[in-house]
């Protein structure tokens, strides 16, 4: 059974977050580059950059950022919530690359989730994780005692029940980040909305949507905690607990976008024996006129329901690959070792079949990016290898999110960026810590 709390956070204070707020959240710590770091870093002495991404050498930067966070809450920067409640957070932005679409609008709320090990099947993975980003936040983890970016899960009512709760919420905060985008937050603090939303997400199982390192991580250091008290704690300890992003499965604002592929570093790369290799299993036909974002999107659109690829390459252009209707990917080299409904994937047959077995791209090179480098748009890829920097680039179609919750009931997690879901969820807005004295707000 799937436990949910409200949270009794640490918050920027009110009214410095109601002035300010843009100037203090930032995005995820692993979709942070460098200049990003910088701009952050500079829009103020206080954004949550230097918690998440603090700087210095080996294990001082983590002490550092430890430090920091208490400061922050002694001096009154961050301040605590008299009362739990659930916080209602609705994002509304223009998808990317279409100027003049229609604002597309994601909600969900942030809460706790009580923390259980995959193997309980109530929270459930879709990607494979590194030992190197795990360790890195568990350091962050038991510096600060704190959980300081929510997770993004997806629960599941197919009905919208929860809409009018949502709707509901008090509004706290409205601003808009320097990508357009723009935030709400909202708070639901009375017993029986958040009973409400507690029995629903009570039935769900959880699929995680972006979050695997910092969830992973969360559940090593609740078991250091335990073993730290003699095995156990209480049930209620806020250490128990992860905080995170819910939204509904179902949601039409949900968007995923895909992550296309750069080849690059191969010590020899033939395009003409790649495509006879692949003419068994792909039907192969010329992309006429140049590879542009709009051109190649439409192809891609054409048949989302059967493993189509777009490639370019230096020297042979492009070609649209399309997964053969007598296909069979059961008798494939290395496509028969792969479980359904994995087996089918777009994502699955572009590692196995193309990277894998046409390519020589081992399962150990691609989980190191060896030789793949991951790009949100069509334009960088082309790009990279238009300019030497990558041998082959694979635009691909997005995964659509009833089959990364088949594949992850199932048992099984995909490859790595198999999703971009869009927007991402900033950190910022709330902060757990977790003390094994300090208790959560159950409802059972």
Known sequence: MT???PLKALRYAAER?????????????????????????????ENVVHLILPRGDGDAKYTDAGARFRAWEQSGIFQRDEEPAFYSYT?????????????????????????????????????RTLAGPKLDRLMLFRQCVANLSPGFMLYEDPTMSLDGVLDGAKEIARFTTHDGIEHVLGRISDEASMAQIAAQVRSSKLLIADGHHRYETAV???????????????????????????????DPGLLVFPTHRVVHALPSFDSEALLVKLSDYFEIKEFAGEPLRETIEARLRISPEIPTFVLYAAGFGTKVLRLRSTASLGDHPVMRHLPEPLRSTDVAVLHGAIFEHALGITKEAQAAKTNLKYVQAIDD????????????????????????????ESGEVMPQ??????PKVLTGLAFHTLQPERRVHRIV
């Open 91 to 127: 994002q509304r932005f223009q998808p990317p690359g279409r100027p003049g679409a229609q604002l597309v609008v994601r909600r969900g709320f942030l809460a706790l989730v009580r923390l259980a090990p995959f193997s309980e099947r109530i929270v459930l993975p879709h990607e």
């Open 220 to 250: 090593a250091y609740r078991d250091e905690v335990r073993a730290a008290h003699g095995g156990t704690v209480d049930e209620a300890a806020e250490s128990e607990y992860f905080m995170c992003f819910l939204a509904n499965g179902a």
């Open 417 to 422: 960026k198999s999703t971009y879901f869009y």
């Open 3 to 5: 436990e949910i709390a």
């Open 17 to 45: 977050f109601a002035s300010d707020a843009p100037m203090l959240v930032a995005p995820p710590y692993d979709v942070i580059g460098d200049q990003d770091r910088a701009d952050l870093e500079a829009a103020s002495a």
């Open 381 to 408: 890829g082309l790009l990279e290898v238009s300019r030497g920097k990558g041998q082959l680039f694979v635009a691909m179609n997005p995964t659509p999110v009833k089959t990364v919750r088949a594949v992850s």
